[in-house]
Nanobody, 126 residues
């Protein structure tokens, strides 16, 4: 069993920055076999992928955040980060951390991750 605990959310003005963290606890496989990702869900909208980092370090970003957000991880402590710069009101959402495991650390499709955090709220005002 794996538990994910997010932190770092809050309220900022447009153009500001926030850094989200997600710590993984429990039966966590080695980093090379883990895909970790950030998703977000705004009220009335479907959950969408924001960024992911595969076991080999490959990163993927949603087009809407590319160039503004950076995903990274601390392999030694199994902590995932999301540095969010130049925030926009449309970035307002609940942000969720997710993790999945496979022999080669590839990321699953869409939201098909086995473990999820409880979420942390990000609110960006105009």
């Amino acid at each position: 069993q794996v538990q994910l605990v997010e932190s770092g959310g809050g309220s900022v003005q447009a153009g500001g920055s926030l850094r989200l963290s997600c710590a993984a606890f429990g039966s966590v496989y080695t980093s090379s076999r883990s895909c970790m990702a950030w998703f977000r869900q705004a009220p009335g909208k479907e959950r969408e992928g924001v960024a992911a980092i595969a076991g080999d370090g490959t990163t993927i970003y949603a087009y809407s955040v590319k160039g503004r957000f950076t995903i990274s991880k601390d392999n030694g402590k199994t902590i995932l980060y999301l540095q969010m710069n130049s925030l926009k009101p449309e970035d307002t959402a609940m942000y969720y951390c997710a993790i999945d495991f496979s022999y080669d650390g590839r990321c699953p499709r869409g939201t098909d991750f086995r473990y999820w955090g409880q979420g942390t709220q990000v609110t960006v005002s105009a």
